[in-house]
């Protein structure tokens, strides 16, 4: 046992994989202690064991294994990850546990099972257990089922599939062992338990005495429901709930809602196996079926019953056996076979199910009429058979076929049919009852409850009984208004016997009993509806007045008997209808009449009626009127007024006056009486006569409007109509029509007949007078307005010229609303609702198109004409379906039957021809048109093929199918495509076309659909299968469909439905799941009310909706109602929950609504945001050939935010005239929303690159177009172009360059040439020499010519990389085999000799002789000759200077557009305007346009110096001129100063040396008078930038140029220097450097600092120093925030690049330690936000693991100290200002500040030891320790592994520091090789750190030079150039500084001797850091201001050539020897002053 002590050691992991039992065992014990330990469920000790639980539950030793078991159950039950295992642990548990002979092994695979289960993976348990019931061996078959039996006893049937299971339970009876057998019992009892008689059909087949022991034993089985006892981790709330129950005493109420769901949930149906019976068929069925003796008929039936006896069929294609069985059916005069082929049809229909659907249609009418049959076995069967069909379809769908056999004359017919409308009612519920239904069936068995016949009477009673309960009597009881008192009673009777189907009291009847208040449940009538309120929700006209009794807009009629507690018989309800409806009054005697008018007229009024004097009739009326006025409504008998005034001379009165009047009165009897339809017909017969009057006209319109609102308009309009038609006068016609439009407007147009004006409207369309044809036409045009286009299917058979008048009309009103109705409201809505009223709203909820007269075809589809197109000829074919297009055609609208025509048709679908298979769909596009929404009931037997021919590989034929799809669908909605399997079997076909088309098809159609049904999670499956199809188009597809799926389905059925995919499929299926739920759109919200469909549906942009009927909600619907867009906003403004097809006008109103907008949205930061996200690749770099779907889908994505919605649509259109409309729009708003279009502008460019792409020339004109608009704006805005827009945008560009069409390229190439406006020339420059590489011969040319413009326009320097590898590129396409592109290649050379000279070929390099003679031969032909170049160059460069320096940058202001206009030149002309010499004005700085323009000097100026130093020796005369270059502007300080400045700082950068030095003197000058100091402000960024350019171009060129003197270098670096460290001593100044700037100039300073050619000068050492002393003054002096940031960033941009030297790295470290040294004092001035978030980038950028691998541990020590600093400094505040970090929860910066946090928490007590480095630290430890507690803490980070160098490095300073200190009692307690350690570390230190010496004293930053450093007395400010401690410095600084000084006054080309003694320069402590010769400067200027006035007239070009040899003078030796003793007294001078 010697090696037990051996695995004893181990970690438990690695002892439960040991080889020996006892070990695992041990492991075993141990792990199942630690997982019951581990109370995190997300410890990560969890993942440690996922490999090895397999392992746990498969030991090979049976005591091992059951410790196993014990542990994998708690690992299961406890940890997050165990889910990962489930596979594999289930199949170890059913193979290797469920076979062990104890008990207890079983017991714990069990439990570990159901532990799985609990933790949602039951699908995958139930899998493994499945497969184990195959497994050979009994015991294991027997612990499945047992297993499953729990899980279903504990978890129930909804969490375990029962189907699988049910499917292998017949094999389990049949097992030879007998123990399986029982099992299996007892599985299938406790099945039985929860789904009860579902179970019986799937076991019918077993053996008959396991049955019989079934049954018996499903007897004893409680009838209780069964309930979940266990609960899923999910189900927390029920499992809590659960409890709850026990504890209160088991069975409580509580639980009966679980059950309820639970019991009905499972269908037998789902349980059965389809069988598939087709094949089966006998061979000879057909020909038997038709055969004369009946025998052979019936023969043939009875094996087709026999077959049909499946309880479940396989879907196929029935189309000919129904068609067979119908024909027995139908036409078999054997009642038998009738009967037996009705029980075919029956058992197909229930083993269909929904699959029949399709075929009810045909075969209903003919069971109807077979009804007449007496035999009750043939009734019976029949009714079997068409209660089965009825289940597989709708009611809806078969309506039409029902209703036609109602009025059949024989009574048995009549009584079955109504027997069979009472059975269907009861399967509906309210929502599948709606009134458009009830309504013709209610009438059609009025007619039947009226019938001679008792049993069809009775029938009759019993479905309107049915009808009453399921719809309730608010719906139904309009109906039933003409109903006598005792009819009435008998329905409601039966409506108190019906049983519903669903169970659910429905209806007003069974309320009513119950006595219940009805307001909670009236919702539930209405609520659900779905048909029903999409027809009418027009007529649902809920006052919300009285909202307690009204939810939802139920009328208060029906409310209130209910509410009064049920009291209130049905009697007076029935009556109750038409009183509120309007007011009836039967029509009264003359005599009658006149006795009422005298009770409340005054006599003398009466009298005076007929008096022949029309002065008193008019003093009559007015009389008449002040009594109308006064009258209440209730006292005012309206007839009798009107009949009165209708008296002699009633409407023939002459008087106008008079007449006048008396309309006017009845307008007013109108308004305030209660007046009613008889009284109305008293009066407009004369109203109408009088409408065409010239003089009353107005007031008979007011009149007629005043009874329009009092007996509606829809009555009031039809009369006046009729009237007006009913005589001559055109007048009154037209101006009836006038009345009425108007009317329209005002009332709005729910209840109107259409039918009845529009034969009117036809009539005067015809009428001979102009006035009524015009009338007319305004007419339609208004009713245009809530009808839709459908509207002119009327007049389609008009002439030619009215037709056109007609459209023109509707072409006016095109685009405009239907106004709000403003009258008709306010009467009723306070009576509550009007059943009649809804009546006849009804009309109008139906579509226009069912008012059209409809044809019957059914007579012309002959058996003939469908033989014909069945024909194997193809011609004869053609003829057939040419036949059925005229039919169609003739008959325009036609009735739903259509015969035969359907099948015939269908097999047309995929004929092999395929113009036959075109001219079908488009037969049935034809049909969806004539055939209107009736087309429904063959969606399933013709649309459905239609989508099948979606697959076809022709794209004509795919976009034919899917015009026929569409026109279908607009007819009949989507519910009826989506019902049913057949949608699902279409995408389960693996045809890559079919998938594209039919997915693409729902994306289109789901978002619009406000719910769907349940069918469409059969599409799912196959859905998911298309995400992973092979071809990408459809993956696109489904992916597009993915979230419109989810917005009906919901995230948690699509997850769920992944379960079935294999594991790598399903993780691929969840993340795109994911990512859908995230652009997952909402539902479309309920319609503002109801539209009926928009027939034609044509865009909705175009018209307004059909359903104007339902834009206004009724004539009384809404009180006052609101506009109707507030309606809309509102949502459901009536209360009416309507759940009706998309409402096609909210996009009309929208679009007006939100066109007025801004079209960019400006979101702070999101460009920038933007660019971040594509620099770290979180989205998609926009580089591509040509653009895929994903990169438009991104802009897509990232435009929602910041473009307006309705221009995205438009921009993303697939149709190009959208993109042109989109243009349109953003030219338009270009100039209004500047900031907007610059806020986006990185997604505009983006969005035209790929319109780049599109083939349309139309949009890219106007690309164009908008581009050049574009940069105009871009360039006046003075916008410099980021970047990241110029390379998403500026190679896309160059590829239109290419383009064939001439005036395309030269657009191009104007927009290019604006580009430089807004983007440097020399970066737009290698992008177009990347276009030179194009395959496109063209396009070549254009970028090599436009190379020559801009090195004509902008100089060499523009040349990219450089001058020398652009023009090799450029040569080589002198041999190109194009020759366009060999002409340009050698005129763009020829360019550029012009502007270079000779040095061209040196540049070139070797060319082939033939290029060479080729170019030579064009240099000669050129008509420029070199020489004239350097006059020209330099007249033009402060030209170019001026406009380049300003044209880029961000403040331009001045000429840019001289700019443009002058490259123009270049390009167009070739030959160079004089350029007029302007003085420059205001000069910005763009670094690299500075850097390129003077390259263009820099090529010439050495030349011309020389040429002048040659021949000048008189010093004296040169000078003026040559400062007078720069004198206009430097002399007036006040007048200019901006500018002057930004003129001297663009010469900084200058790459002439003498200029800059001049420049940077002058600024010094500046700098020094603390008085004009402050001039620089605002200048600081730019200074710094053209210094640090300046230092770029010495390192990159000046170095490199041998011909240059190295001591001009060093007057140049002593120049910048000096100035600099002036600037750094004025503290507000140095404040301004900005962060990105500070970066840049220490990128420079450090650069120079390791220049290893810098050292090797004469002076290069002291050059280093100075630096070295700028760089500290750089750390003090800047904004703090600024530049720590400046250093992090640095440090990690040096960090990241692999060219970036370590020594780079650690100076800039070294310049952070130094900033963090000074925290203590500045910690207080620093935006510690900023910093913290540039920390955490840089976390980012490197984690802890990344920095651990770099080389050197400098790095994350620098970042921890900081950190450190930061946090002792502030303590847990930091923690405040992490609020500039996004999700800061993720940063690895937040963890590391608590844990510092934490641990300065539990260390405060002792000393920091982190914070810093070096000497000081062990200063500060020393005041606070023991000498030997440091050492026993530096000895102890030595011996730690992390901190072992730091210990040494601590160790070296402290002994260098204490020298006397005694380290060896440390030493002598540890081992030889420890000593040796630390004594070698030391040793290693010091030879590194004396190797470090000469960079070290250079830095001057380093920690290390502290021990360096001479110590000597005080030092004041002056002189605190200080070294890192501030002690004195040595004289070596102060020689380096005078010689700066000796060389900027010029001193420097004195010999050594000359020089004074050092001594005497150093006899003082102290100096100013820089000094130049400032008196000297001063006489020079006074000079200047002498000579200004006499050179006046010189202009500055020449200045500017001469004043390159002001270096010479101010060199010169004489002034040089003269002025020491000067300077020496003026350096004392100052010091004084500074003083």
């Not at 994911?1074 to 175009?1102: C, H, L, T, W």
């Not at 104007?1310 to 020339?1321: E, Q, S, T």
Request: hydrophobic share 40%; glycine share 6%; aromatic share 6%.
């Amino acid at each position: 046992m010697g090696d037990d002590s051996e695995w004893m050691k181990l970690p438990i992991d690695q002892k439960c994989e040991h080889k020996l039992w006892k070990a695992r065992l041990n492991g075993y014990e141990e792990a199942l202690k630690l997982f019951q330990k581990i109370d995190d469920e997300k410890n990560p000790e969890w993942s440690k064991y996922l490999g090895l639980i397999k392992k746990f539950v498969t030991d090979s030793n049976a005591v091992a294994q059951l410790k196993g078991l014990e542990a994998a159950l708690a690992y299961v039950e406890n940890a997050h990850v165990a889910g990962k295992t489930t596979g594999e642990v289930a199949s170890g548990v059913v193979n290797k546990v469920f076979n062990q002979p104890k008990a207890r092994a079983k017991e714990l695979g069990e439990d570990i099972c159901l532990m799985y289960i609990e933790i949602e993976k039951g699908e995958a348990i139930q899998e493994e257990l499945l497969k184990g019931l195959d497994n050979k061996n009994p015991k294991i078959i027997v612990a499945c089922i047992e297993t499953l039996r729990k899980a279903l006893s504990e978890f129930g049937s909804k969490i375990i599939s029962l189907k699988p299971i049910i499917k292998v339970l017949p094999k389990l009876f049949e097992s030879r062992e007998k123990a399986v057998r029982d099992e299996a019992k007892l599985l299938a009892v406790e099945i039985y338990r929860w789904i009860r008689d579902a179970l019986r059909p799937p076991l019918q087949n077993i053996n008959s005495v396991q049955l019989k022991e079934l049954e018996e034993e499903w007897i004893k089985v409680s009838s209780a429901a069964p309930k979940q006892t266990r609960f899923l981790r999910s189900q927390q709330e029920l499992k809590a709930k659960f409890e709850q129950q026990q504890a209160l005493g088991g069975d409580a109420d509580g639980g009966d809602d679980d059950e309820e769901e639970v019991v009905p949930q499972v269908d037998a149906y789902e349980l059965l196996e389809a069988v598939e019976i087709l094949s089966k068929l006998p061979k000879d069925f057909y020909e038997k079926i038709e055969a004369k003796k009946w025998q052979e008929r019936k023969e043939a039936l009875e094996a087709v019953e026999l077959l049909v006896k499946n309880p479940k069929l396989e879907s196929g294609d029935y189309a000919d056996l129904v068609k067979a069985l119908k024909k027995v059916v139908g036409k078999d005069t054997n009642v038998m076979l009738v009967a037996l082929a009705a029980k075919c049809l029956a058992g197909l229909a229930t083993g269909l199910r929904k699959k029949f659907g399709q075929y009810a249609g045909h075969v209903v009418p003919t069971i109807l009429e077979k009804f007449k049959e007496k035999k009750p076995q043939v009734v019976q069967a029949l009714q079997e058979a068409i209660d089965a069909i009825f289940l597989t379809t709708t009611l809806q769908n078969i309506s039409e076929d029902i209703l036609a056999v109602m009025d059949n004359k024989n009574p048995t017919i009549k009584q079955q049919t109504s027997l069979f409308i009472a059975r269907s009612f009861r399967h509906c519920t309210p929502s599948t009852l709606p009134k458009s239904l009830l309504k013709p069936f209610c009438a059609a068995l009025l007619k039947h409850i009226n019938d001679s016949a008792p049993e069809v009477r009775d029938a009759g009673f019993e479905a309107l009984g049915t009808a009453l309960k399921v719809a309730g009597e608010k719906a139904v009881n309009p109906f039933l208004a003409d109903v006598d008192k005792l009819k009435l009673d008998r329905i409601k009777e039966c409506a108190e016997k019906v049983e519903l189907v669903y169970g659910k009291k429905a209806g007003g009847a069974a309320e009513k009993k119950e006595g219940k208040p009805i307001t909670g449940k009236t919702t539930a009538l209405p609520g659900p509806a779905g048909d029903k309120e999409t027809k009418d929700a027009a007529t649902k006209p809920g006052p919300v007045k009285k909202a307690s009794a009204v939810k939802a807009g139920v009328p208060l009629k029906r409310g209130k008997p209910a509410t009064a507690a049920g009291t209130g018989g049905a009697g007076p309800k029935g009556k109750k209808g038409p009183e509120t409806k309007e007011i009836f009054e039967s029509e009264l005697s003359i005599e009658v009449c006149e006795e009422k008018a005298a009770a409340v007229l005054p006599a003398s009024c009466i009298q005076q009626l007929d008096s022949g004097n029309w002065k008193e009739r008019l003093a009559c009326m007015e009389e008449f009127q002040k009594a109308v006025e006064l009258m209440e409504r209730s006292e005012m008998p309206c007839q009798a007024l009107v009949r009165m005034l209708a008296k002699k001379p009633g409407w023939k009165e002459t008087n106008f006056q008079v007449m006048q009047m008396k309309l006017h009165i009845v307008a007013l009897i109108a308004q305030k009486g209660n007046f009613s339809k008889t009284s109305a017909q008293v009066v407009l017969d004369g109203l109408v006569d009088k409408v065409g009057d010239v003089k009353c006209g107005t007031n008979a319109k007011e009149a007629m409007t005043a009874i329009a609102e009092a007996c509606q308009l829809p009555w009031t309009a039809e009369q006046v109509v009729a009237m007006a038609f009913s005589q001559k006068n055109p007048k009154n016609q037209s101006e009836t029509l006038n009345w009425l439009s108007n009317a329209i407007k005002e009332f709005g147009f729910s209840g109107l007949n259409v039918k009845a004006f529009i034969s009117n409207v036809k009539t005067a369309l015809a009428a001979t007078n102009p006035a009524v044809r015009t009338s007319a036409i305004t007419l339609l045009g208004v009713m245009y307005l809530y009808v839709g286009p459908s509207l002119r299917m009327f007049f389609e058979d008009e002439k030619p010229a009215l037709l056109s008048q007609i459209d023109a009309e509707f072409e006016k009103m095109q685009g405009q609303t239907a106004p709000a109705p403003t009258r008709g409201i306010s009467r009723h809505s306070v009576g509550g609702g009007d059943d009649g009223e809804e009546e006849e709203q009804e009309e109008a909820g139906n579509d226009v198109v069912d008012l059209l007269p409809r044809t019957d075809i059914g007579d012309k589809i002959t058996a003939e004409l469908v033989s014909k197109i069945g024909d194997k000829n193809w011609k004869i074919r053609k003829e057939g379906l040419d036949e059925v297009t005229s039919i169609i055609n003739e008959a325009k609208f036609i009735q739903p039957n259509i015969g035969e025509l359907p099948v015939a048709l269908k097999g047309r679908l995929n004929d092999s021809n395929k113009i036959l298979v075109q001219q079908t769909l488009s037969i049935l596009q034809q049909l969806a048109t004539a055939m209107g929404p009736n087309i429904k009931q063959y969606v399933k037997n013709l649309g459905i093929p239609v989508i099948t021919v979606l697959g076809d590989s022709k794209n004509n034929v795919r976009a034919a199918a899917l015009a026929t799809v569409n026109a279908w669908a607009e007819q009949t909605g989507m519910k009826e495509w989506l019902e049913g399997e057949d949608l699902s079997e279409e995408l389960k076909k693996e045809n890559p076309f079919l998938r594209q088309e039919l997915l693409g098809w729902l994306a289109e159609k789901l978002p619009a659909l406000r719910s769907v049904p349940s069918d469409l999670l059969l599409c799912v499956p196959h859905l998911y299968s298309c995400l992973e199809d092979r071809n990408g188009d459809v993956r696109k597809k489904a992916q597009d469909a993915l979230p419109f799926f989810m917005m009906h389905l919901g995230f948690e059925k699509m997850a769920k439905a992944t379960g079935k995919l294999k594991p790598t499929s399903k993780d691929q299926v969840l993340a795109m799941l994911e990512k859908a739920k995230a652009n997952m759109p909402a539902k479309p919200a309920p319609p503002a009310k109801a539209s009926s469909r928009v027939v034609g549906g044509a865009a909705p942009a175009k018209f307004q909706p059909a359903s104007a009927f339902a834009d206004d909600l009724g004539s009384n619907t809404m009180e006052s109602k609101p506009d109707l867009k507030k309606a809309k906003a509102g949502g459901l403004s009536s209360k009416t929950k309507v759940q009706g097809k998309k409402v096609l006008s909210k996009p009309n109103l929208k679009e007006d609504d939100d066109k007025s907008g801004p079209i960019f949205i400006i979101v702070p930061n999101g460009k920038e945001q933007r660019m971040r996200e594509e620099k770290a690749l979180k989205v998609l770099k926009w580089n591509f050939t040509t653009p895929r779907d994903e990169y438009i889908e991104q802009l897509k994505t990232q435009m929602s935010t910041c473009v307006a919605k309705w221009l995205q649509d438009e921009m993303f259109h697939t149709d190009f005239q959208h993109h042109n409309k989109a243009l349109t729009v953003m030219i338009e708003h270009l100039e209004s929303e500047k900031d907007g279009v610059i806020s986006c502008l990185d997604l505009i460019l983006k969005w035209l690159t790929l319109r780049f792409f599109d083939t349309n020339t139309s949009v890219l004109m106007k690309a164009l177009e908008y581009l050049k608009l574009l940069f105009n704006l871009l360039s006046q805005e003075e916008y410099h172009l980021t970047e990241n827009e110029a390379s998403s945008f500026i190679p896309y560009l160059i590829l239109k360059v290419g383009e064939p069409k001439d005036v395309i390229r030269k657009d191009v190439r104007a927009i290019l040439n604006r580009m430089c406006l807004i983007y440097p020339a020399s970066k737009m420059f290698p992008f177009i020499m990347e276009g030179t590489k194009s395959k496109n011969s063209k396009q070549r040319a254009e970028c090599l010519e436009e190379l020559g413009c801009l090195v004509e326009s902008y100089g060499m320097n523009v040349c990219q990389p450089t001058p020398g590898k652009a023009l090799k590129e450029m040569a080589t396409h002198i041999g190109d085999r194009d020759n366009t592109v060999r002409n340009a290649a050698l005129n763009t050379i020829v360019t550029v000799y012009n502007v270079h000279g000779d040095q061209v070929f040196k540049l070139i390099g070797n060319l082939s002789e033939k290029d060479m003679s080729m170019l030579e031969e064009r240099i000669k032909r050129s008509a420029k000759r070199p020489s004239s170049v350097p006059v020209r160059q330099a007249e033009e460069k402060p030209q170019r200077a001026q406009n380049v320096s300003a044209n880029a940058s961000m403040m331009r202001k001045g000429q840019a557009e001289d700019m443009s206009s002058k490259l123009n030149q270049n390009r167009n002309m070739g030959n160079h305007s004089e350029t007029a010499h302007t003085v420059p004005r205001e000069f910005q700085l763009d670094l690299d346009e500075i850097e390129n323009d003077n390259g263009t000097v820099r090529c010439e100026m050495p030349a011309l110096v020389q040429h002048k130093l040659d021949d000048i020796f008189e010093p004296v005369l040169i000078p003026e001129p040559k400062i007078r270059a720069v004198s206009p502007h430097f002399d007036d300080m006040h007048s200019n100063t901006a500018s002057t400045i930004n003129f001297v700082i663009s010469q900084v950068a200058s790459s002439d040396i003498n200029t800059s030095i001049q420049a940077l003197t002058q600024i010094d000058e500046v700098l020094k008078q603390e008085d004009k100091a402050e001039a620089m402000s605002g200048h600081i960024d730019q200074f710094l930038i053209a210094t640090f350019i300046q230092l770029r171009l010495i390192y990159n060129t000046h170095m490199a140029d041998e011909k240059l003197d190295k001591d001009e270098i060093v007057r140049l670096y002593s120049c910048i220097i000096g100035s600099m460290i002036t600037l750094f001593q004025i503290e507000s100044l140095a404040r301004e450097a900005s962060t990105g700037v500070l970066k840049d100039l220490m990128h420079g300073l450090i650069t120079l600092m390791l220049d290893s050619r810098v050292e090797d000068l004469e002076e290069g050492e002291q050059v280093i120093r100075s630096v070295n002393l700028l760089v500290v003054k750089v750390l003090e002096k800047s904004d703090q925030t600024n530049i720590l940031s400046a250093l992090l960033v640095l440090l990690q941009d040096s960090l990241l690049a692999t060219a970036s030297s370590p020594k780079f790295s650690e100076l800039v470290m070294k310049c952070l330690w130094r900033m963090v040294r000074l925290l203590p004092e500045t910690i207080n001035s620093i935006n510690l936000d900023r910093i913290l978030l540039d920390i955490h980038i840089f976390m980012k950028v490197f984690p802890k693991e990344k920095l651990k691998q770099c080389k050197s541990e400098f790095p994350i020590r620098t970042l921890k100290t900081l950190l450190h600093t930061l946090c002792k400094l502030k303590g847990p505040k930091i923690l405040d200002h992490l609020t500039m970090i996004d999700n800061k929860n993720e940063s690895e910066l937040e963890a590391h500040l608590c844990r510092l946090m934490k641990h300065t928490m539990d260390q405060s007590g002792k000393s920091d030891k982190d914070t810093e480095k070096g000497a000081s630290r062990i200063e500060e430890k020393a005041s606070k320790a023991k000498v030997n507690d440091i050492l026993a803490e530096i000895f102890k980070k030595i011996g730690s592994k992390e901190n072992t160098k730091e210990g040494l490095a601590e160790l070296y300073e402290y002994k260098k520091k204490y020298s006397d200190a005694d380290i060896e009692p440390f030493l002598k307690n540890s081992s030889q090789f420890f000593q040796s350690y630390v004594e070698r570390g030391l040793r290693l230190i010091e030879t590194e750190r004396e190797g470090k010496g000469r960079i070290a004293t250079s830095t001057g930053i380093s920690p290390q030079m502290e021990g360096t450093c001479v110590p000597a007395s005080t030092h004041t400010v002056s002189s605190s150039i200080g070294n890192t401690n501030g002690e004195e410095v040595g004289p070596s600084v102060y020689l380096e500084r005078l010689k700066i000084l000796r060389q900027r006054c010029g001193l420097d080309n004195a010999k050594q001797e000359d020089r004074p003694p050092l001594t005497s320069l150093l006899s003082k402590p102290t100096l100013p850091t820089v000094a130049s010769s400032t008196d000297m400067l001063h006489s020079k200027l006074s000079q200047l201001r002498e000579s200004r006035e006499q050179y006046q007239h010189l202009d500055l070009d020449s200045n500017q050539t001469h004043s390159s040899g002001i270096g010479t003078t101010l060199a010169s030796p004489s002034s040089a020897a003269a002025n020491i003793d000067d300077l020496k007294k003026r350096l004392e001078r100052i010091k004084s002053s500074r003083k």
